[in-house]
Structure formats: structure tokens, C-alpha cells
């Protein structure tokens, strides 16, 4: 079952990426798993958009207590 969220009154696509991404910067990949909505800037209240899976980068350049792993 895809993730969802209901949208406020004056949510913007970069707001609701940031609200249920954690970043602004995937809001591309929001709109992309909207596509009945891409022409939206401004949302009423009570849209249900469905938010995609985001693959978390994984970096190998950092040392190990800043990688998450042992």
C-alpha cells in the first residue's frame, strides 16, 4: 500500500515535499507520482496524493560512524 497525504488548504509542491519527504528537493519525484495533479501550484484542501518511495544515497566516502553501519 502506496503512502499518502491529504493536502491543506495552501499547500504548495515543495511544501508537502518537505513535510512528507523531509526535503524540498524531491519534489520532481511528487509530482511525478501525481501526474493527475502536475498542473496544480496552489492545493485546495483534501487531495489525496500518493508519496513515492525514495531510495535513501548511500555514501561510501564517509567514515563508518557517519555511514549508519559497522
Do not use: C
Request: glycine share 8%; net charge negative.
Amino acid at each position: 500500500m502506496a503512502n499518502t497525504y491529504t493536502t491543506i488548504q495552501g499547500d504548495t509542491w515543495d511544501s508537502i515535499a518537505y513535510k512528507a519527504l523531509g526535503s524540498e528537493y524531491y519534489m520532481t519525484n511528487l509530482i511525478e507520482a501525481n501526474p493527475d495533479h502536475r498542473e496544480r501550484v496552489i492545493f485546495p484542501a483534501g487531495i489525496a496524493l500518493t508519496i513515492p518511495e525514495i531510495a535513501t544515497p548511500t555514501t561510501k566516502n564517509l567514515p563508518p560512524w557517519k555511514r549508519g553501519g559497522s
